[in-house]
């Protein structure tokens, strides 16, 4: 019966249609398995870049310490945390949290927590970064903390920036495509986005939350807009960042700029890339 029907022709769609999905299936396989060592490679890079400029910046004469947000700033503080446990060295370091995440890295460490009130004068801050451009820009604030990262930085005598090689670009915007981060009121986000599309073009966006229904809140309770700005247009970004830092309703921008003192960038070559400003 069954070599009847298929002298027929009946059952070959069913074969071909059955090795179709068998040739899908290996390629979503292949491809998984791809993008898996990318991602191993990226945290593998990310871990040499913290972990250099920890052991480059973090002496025994730093005694203030501020701690950015991030998946990169995991491995600063485990490297942090090995020097002060394992090797016995830092024992006085305090640090400085940015975020509602570096608070909790610092504890789950046992470090020393310190706050702004009581530890002003940062000897060197490190923290990730969402892009960096030649001149050293920033963008920052994907995760929602700009606006304590941005004051914890501005306390420091060094800001050093940790990321991985992905985020290492020419101009803002080749490889960030989220826009810029823009803490806002939650009373003022429709006429600051308004004003900043008329000043300079772009669109900016509320940045809604995925699993809550509703909008990101942050740490300070804002709200975040993310400024997509026109690509390959050239921007002054200090220009920029004043002009929108002085619309009513702004509590601040991610642009960081003329503040990182250095960037450690892990490459995918094993080696650590480093721009000076």
């Not at 700033?73 to 949290?97: F, H, M, N, S």
């Not at 923290?127 to 929602?144: F, P, Q, S, T, Y």
């Not at 420091?156 to 101009?171: E, M």
Request: proline share 3%; glycine share 8%.
């Amino acid at each position: 019966m069954i070599s009847s029907l298929l002298r027929r022709g009946i059952r070959k769609p069913q074969i071909r249609i059955c090795l179709q999905q068998n040739l899908i299936s290996r390629a979503s396989l292949l491809f998984l398995q791809i993008r898996g060592m990318e991602d191993i490679a990226v945290d593998a890079s990310k871990k040499r870049a913290a972990r250099t400029a920890v052991d480059e910046w973090v002496t025994e004469d730093t005694k203030i310490l501020g701690i950015g947000s991030g998946s990169t700033i995991v491995y600063a503080v485990q490297r942090i945390a090995e020097r002060v446990w394992k090797e016995g060295e830092l024992t006085d370091l305090i640090c400085v949290p940015s975020s509602y995440q570096a608070h909790h890295l610092i504890l789950d460490y046992n470090l020393n927590l310190g706050d702004l009130d009581r530890n002003p004068n940062i000897d060197v801050a490190i923290d990730g970064a969402d892009e960096v451009d030649r001149h050293m820009v920033l963008i920052k604030g994907g995760g929602g903390c700009l606006l304590q990262e941005k004051v914890v930085a501005s306390c420091a005598k060094h800001f050093i920036v940790v990321a991985d090689y992905t985020k290492n670009s020419i101009r803002l915007g080749e490889q960030w495509c989220r826009g810029v981060p823009i803490e806002v009121a939650p009373m003022a986000y429709v006429p600051v986005k308004l004003q900043i599309e008329a000043l300079f073009g772009g669109e900016a966006s509320l940045r809604m939350a995925k699993v809550k229904a509703g909008p990101i809140v942050t740490d300070n309770g804002n709200f975040l807009l993310d400024w997509k700005f026109i690509a390959n247009r050239e921007y002054d970004w200090d220009e920029v960042n004043r002009a929108i830092t002085l619309i009513p309703g702004v509590l601040e921008t991610g642009l960081f700029v003329n503040m990182a003192h250095k960037c450690y960038f892990g490459m995918a070559d094993g080696n650590v890339k480093v721009q000076n400003k």
